[in-house]
């Protein structure tokens, strides 16, 4: 089901019925995003907001848990991906040994697929199911190695799989049993046959980095009882750039990195921006636009279906605006106000 059709055809129905104007699909998109980020950004106040009521006792169990609801909209927009490492030459890619690095980028839109709104973990992967191999045949998705058994090297679906030539990370999709030496992944990312690669653990070995701010790592890193390490390490957010502590830790003592690159070792769980809703159209019917869902730009919101009521009340407050209509607006406000209501 279509929210954003849904969304639109209410909305014009309000403003025809009373002659209030007219929006065009590029101002409904415009009015759509900013509507949609209203309400994402509202749910962390409003999460906040029922924990307040639940310290205070005043909040309710069960069906009448409204700070699930708000956990459950919020996590709609948890990512888990790894981050890919900076060099300085600011380059994402593989450098040849010794330029391992430490530092990482935030997650982009270039980088993870979409921008963070908040970073809630950053987690240092210390253990290898498969410390360096390499590939003998290049297969769609797939991993395969015919040197290896993955189910004795205790690989499992979710485990990290980096490409030590290309940098590029994926996870394991599943394990094939009639095929010991073959991994399915998310992602296709040996086109060729010889890259060398390694499997990290998801499940063991994986401990948090500690967010501290640039001062405080400065005094961690003065003793030797203070500072990060591989079993309790930190990080510090400069702009776009994570620092990991400790800063050699791909070349431990322990370590078996090869150095090439620290690419798979660094996820990151994280909530991200939604995407832009897109309503599009394919051609004219009638003088109007022809809803296409199968286009490939069309994005539907991504909030949940209790929240197009709320979607239709702010767009009419924009287009209200748009069109200089006072009475539009007033009613998109007093509409918004009862749902707050309702919902406190």
């Given at each position: 089901?279509?929210?954003?059709?849904?969304?639109?055809?209410?909305?014009?129905?309000?403003?025809?019925?009373n002659n209030y104007g007219y929006i065009t699909p590029s101002d409904f998109n415009l009015y759509a995003k900013?509507?949609?980020?209203?309400?994402f950004e509202d749910y962390f106040y409003q999460y906040n907001y029922q924990i307040t009521k639940e310290n205070a006792r005043q909040?309710?169990?069960?069906?009448?848990?409204?700070?699930?609801?708000?956990?459950?909209?919020?996590n709609i927009f948890s990512e888990q991906e790894s981050l890919a490492p900076v060099y300085l030459n600011g380059a994402n890619e593989v450098i040849i040994s010794p330029s391992a690095t430490s530092t990482y980028s935030v997650p982009t839109t270039a980088t993870t697929g979409s921008n963070y709104y908040l970073i809630n973990k950053v987690l240092l992967l210390t253990k290898y199911l498969v410390a360096n191999s390499t590939n003998t045949l290049a297969s769609?998705?797939?991993?395969?190695?015919?040197?290896?058994?993955?189910?004795?090297?205790?690989?499992?679906?979710?485990?990290?799989?980096?490409?030590?030539?290309?940098?590029?990370?994926?996870?394991?999709?599943?394990?094939?049993?009639?095929?010991?030496?073959?991994?399915?992944?998310?992602?296709?990312?040996f086109l060729n046959a010889g890259d060398s690669y390694t499997v990290l653990s998801a499940r063991q070995g994986v401990n948090e980095c500690e967010k501290v701010t640039n001062k405080k790592i400065t005094q961690l890193n003065m003793s030797n009882l203070t500072k990060p390490t591989e079993l309790f390490p930190a990080y510090s957010q400069n702009g776009e750039i994570i620092q990991v502590y400790p800063e050699n830790f791909q070349w431990g003592a322990t370590v078996v990195n090869s150095g090439e690159t620290t690419a798979?070792?660094?996820?990151?769980?994280?909530?991200?921006?939604p995407r832009d809703p897109k309503w599009t159209y394919a051609n004219l019917v009638g003088g109007e636009p022809s809803f296409?869902?199968?286009?490939?730009?069309?994005?539907?919101?991504?909030?949940?279906?209790?929240?197009?009521?709320?979607?239709?009340?702010?767009?009419?407050?924009?287009?209200?605006?748009?069109i200089r209509e006072v009475q539009a607006i007033q009613?998109?406000?007093?509409?918004?106000?009862?749902?707050?209501?309702?919902?406190?």
């Open positions: 089901m279509s929210i954003i059709n849904s969304v639109r055809e209410t909305v014009l129905s309000v403003l025809n019925k900013q509507a949609q980020l209203d309400i909040s309710g169990v069960g069906l009448a848990d409204i700070k699930k609801v708000y956990d459950e909209a919020i769609v998705n797939e991993l395969v190695d015919n040197t290896q058994n993955f189910f004795t090297a205790g690989v499992q679906p979710g485990d990290v799989v980096v490409n030590l030539s290309t940098a590029q990370t994926t996870n394991v999709r599943y394990l094939n049993p009639s095929n010991t030496d073959t991994l399915i992944l998310e992602a296709d990312i798979g070792r660094i996820l990151c769980q994280y909530i991200r921006y296409n869902q199968s286009d490939a730009l069309y994005q539907d919101f991504e909030l949940p279906l209790e929240d197009e009521p709320t979607l239709v009340n702010k767009i009419l407050q924009y287009a209200g605006m748009s009613f998109g406000q007093s509409m918004d106000i009862r749902e707050e209501q309702k919902e406190k």
